[in-house]
């Protein structure tokens, strides 16, 4: 079955076909670190990352880029106000180059935590002031921008497709209603691509002055032909990105290249936090070590993120986590039951049940085809879980099953295929367990249970003997 993604640009479900046979160039919106990124930053960094290890999983060659935003990003709707790093700098009495430096590095720990797969590049805008200079004089030559004072604005008027991606027209932008008014600007929805500020901390000189700084839109159309070139595959952000950011990356890219920018736009959905929006006021703005310090691992973080379609907003509740560490200790469940079976004797030549694991590779293979449908791709695994407790795969289809499960937890990244092993006084509590039980001591049975469990060992007894599992 062919991949389908939703592309943001066309509002339909397309096949994918990269502009190069067999590379992918992926462009995803990375973090702007004025602060440590909560867990709703992290939804959209989570789906990147497993947009890439299907196309992985397809076979093609991802170059993936994620840029870090350390200036330019202000702190109005409409570009206007102080600068999120410059804010957070001033707050605590630090240089923005350290917060952005320091954020950025948690960022990239956080990511390593959640078990994301590096990015070729994490470009930051501070270091590629050079191309976005170079983008604008073009842009000016070509009369898609134009100088006030020291600003350069781009002139919406001059890209005739301006809106196509959110839906915004430029005659229904006007004054008053989405947009600010600033009268230095032609219409009202023309946005900075360099502005001056003598109060502004980072600032280069340009022909346009000696205390210039990048909007925030050019900065990715920048980066991204830096490394990725003219033209991409995919382009990815969460749904606020969508307007005004990349509907401006858009206009500024295909004016100045000539060229289509980006052939698919996916963008994630918004993460609510017990039903509503994340607020520093009502303490609901958890990052990684928040979620850690509740006892979570960050498996269970991960999947929790990752088991709704990205398309559809999630609720992260204290009790949604622990839904989600039920569900993953029915796969790691999964994995010790196909362990027992595989290692059973006699079973070398034996194939039953095999009909049955082509199933759920069919269904996992077709969910994640059609447009990364997480929650179908895990039914299959549950569902294959239900047949290994009925006794219906042989020693030889549960190895397959294994090997197969390797390919999941590639693409996932949440199953864990690691066996797990005893401590010498764990297993001999176990062996006097079954010895009281022989005796009939039941008592001593309980106790012995009792005493496991408190190190976090459950034991459950069964037809082909005793077997255990960590809490």
């Not at 993604?5 to 046979?21: A, H, W």
């Not at 590095?105 to 805008?125: N, S, W």
């Not at 609510?272 to 509740?294: A, I």
Request: aromatic share 8%.
């Amino acid at each position: 079955m062919t991949f389908v993604v939703y592309n943001s640009l066309t509002r339909s479900k397309q096949p994918f076909e990269p502009l190069e046979p067999g590379v992918v160039r992926m462009y995803n919106c990375g973090p702007t670190v004025y602060n440590r990124q909560h867990v709703g930053n992290f939804r959209a960094f989570l789906f990147s990352d497993l947009l890439r290890r299907w196309l992985e999983h397809c076979g093609y060659e991802v170059r993936q880029v994620m840029n870090i935003t350390d200036v330019g990003h202000l702190l109005g709707e409409h570009e206007e106000g102080e600068d999120r790093v410059e804010a957070r700098a001033r707050a605590e009495n630090l240089s923005p180059w350290d917060i952005s430096r320091e954020n950025a590095e948690t960022f990239l720990r956080d990511l390593a935590t959640l078990g994301v797969q590096p990015a070729m590049v994490y470009p930051r805008a501070t270091d590629h002031i050079p191309e976005m200079l170079e983008m604008i004089e073009g842009l000016i030559e070509k009369g898609c921008a134009y100088q006030v004072d020291g600003n350069v604005y781009f002139d919406v008027t001059k890209f005739a497709r301006y809106g196509r991606l959110s839906g915004n027209r430029i005659e229904d932008l006007e004054a008053g209603a989405r947009i600010e008014i600033n009268e230095e600007k032609r219409h009202p929805a023309d946005f900075a691509l360099w502005k001056s500020d003598p109060q502004h901390i980072m600032k280069w000189v340009s022909r346009f002055g000696p205390d210039g700084f990048p909007g925030w839109h050019i900065e990715c159309s920048a980066m991204a032909r830096k490394h990725l070139g003219d033209r991409i595959d995919i382009h990815t952000g969460g749904e606020d990105n969508v307007f005004p950011h990349h509907e401006c990356e858009i206009a500024q890219t295909e004016c100045f290249t000539g060229r289509p920018f980006a052939n698919y736009w996916m963008h994630t959905r918004f993460l609510q936090v017990d039903g509503g929006k994340m607020s520093k006021s009502l303490g609901n703005v958890y990052t990684v070590d928040d979620v850690l310090e509740r006892g979570f691992s960050a498996r269970t973080l991960r999947f929790a993120l990752l088991r709704a379609h990205y398309r559809q907003p999630i609720n992260f509740t204290w009790e949604g986590m622990k839904d989600a560490q039920a569900a993953l200790e029915s796969l790691d469940d999964l994995v010790r039951r196909l362990r027992r079976t595989a290692a059973a004797p006699g079973g070398d030549g034996a194939v039953g049940g095999g009909e049955l694991l082509a199933e759920a590779r069919a269904t996992f293979e077709d969910s994640m085809n059609d447009d990364l449908n997480v929650s179908g791709a895990l039914s299959a695994l549950y569902t294959l879980r239900s047949q290994v407790i009925e006794d219906r795969l042989s020693p030889g289809v549960a190895r397959a099953a294994l090997e197969f499960l390797e390919g999941v937890n590639a693409v996932l990244g949440v199953v864990d295929l690691q066996e797990q092993t005893l401590d010498a006084d764990v297993e001999a509590l176990i062996a006097r367990r079954q010895t009281a039980r022989a005796d009939k001591d039941w008592a001593e049975a309980d106790r012995i249970r009792d005493e496991l469990l408190a190190r976090d060992i459950v034991l459950e007894d069964g037809p082909a003997g005793v077997t255990w599992r960590r809490k």
